[in-house]
């Protein structure tokens, strides 16, 4: 079935940018999306990409999408102490979506 | 929209006493699914359901658990009887789409510890 990986914890500055990586199996994939899971609650939608785009720029969020490489990213621009989460990389293709362990981001005042 | 709203949000309980989580999804949402987040294994899907029917249980660990839906807008999960390595959040979402696209709107979470 898919896999999808990511590294487990990241830690910034204040201000700094922040990037998120993510690898996956299934080149069926046709939908990958970051989630974002704030202490205690559920998951929120950040963004997503349709597989057949490269890049997507949402305000301070950009995703790029190495469909060759399954190698999906999440850059955060002048990463805030109110980032501090953790993001899931999501995909779907001929299953429901599989969740990536999550990346625990730390941002530091 | 309230969102989808799960219940209890903490619920602790002894081994092999029974559980039973509850679930109410969006309105109008055509799927629903349960997860079980822990440190060790991540978000797992247990099940999901299509207009109420289920359609893959294939992450359901054991017959000790069972999920049901018997309307549009109310799912349980049930664990009889628990153990103490059930102690997870489970979480329920629901989709405006069937199955495999489309966004999920996840609940709160209920976090069982199981003693």
């Known amino acids: 079935g898919e896999d999808v990986e990511q590294s487990l914890f990241l830690s910034v500055r204040e201000g700094d940018s922040s990037v998120i990586n993510c690898t996956y199996t299934?080149?069926?994939?046709?939908?990958l999306y970051w989630y974002k899971q704030e202490p205690g609650a559920g998951l929120q939608l950040l963004t997503y990409?349709?597989?057949?785009?490269d890049m997507k720029q949402d305000q301070r969020l950009t995703v790029l999408l190495n469909k060759k490489d399954k190698h999906l990213s999440l850059r955060i621009a002048d990463t805030q102490t109110g980032d501090s989460a953790i993001y899931f990389c999501?995909?779907?293709?001929?299953?429901?979506?599989?969740f990536g362990k999550g990346t625990r981001l730390s941002v530091i005042a | 929209d309230a969102g989808v709203i799960q219940s209890p949000r903490h619920e602790v309980t002894e081994m092999g006493q029974e559980v039973t989580l509850r679930c109410k999804p969006i309105?109008?949402?055509?799927?629903l699914f349960w997860y079980r987040q822990t440190m060790m294994r991540g978000l797992e899907l247990l099940i999901y359901?299509?207009?109420?029917?289920?359609?893959?249980d294939s992450g359901m660990p054991e017959d000790r658990f069972s999920a049901k839906m018997p309307n549009a807008s109310f799912s349980t999960l049930k664990i009889q009887p628990s153990e103490p390595r059930d102690s997870a959040v489970y979480f329920c979402?629901?989709?405006?789409?069937?199955?495999?696209?489309?966004?999920?709107?996840f609940g709160e979470g209920s976090r069982l510890t199981v003693l």
């Open positions: 999501a995909v779907s293709g001929n299953t429901p979506l599989v």
């Open positions: 309105s109008g949402h055509n799927s």
């Open positions: 979402a629901s989709s405006p789409k069937q199955g495999n696209t489309g966004e999920l709107f």
């Open positions: 299934d080149s069926s994939s046709t939908y």
């Open positions: 359901f299509n207009n109420n029917v289920p359609i893959d």
């Open positions: 990409i349709f597989s057949n785009m």
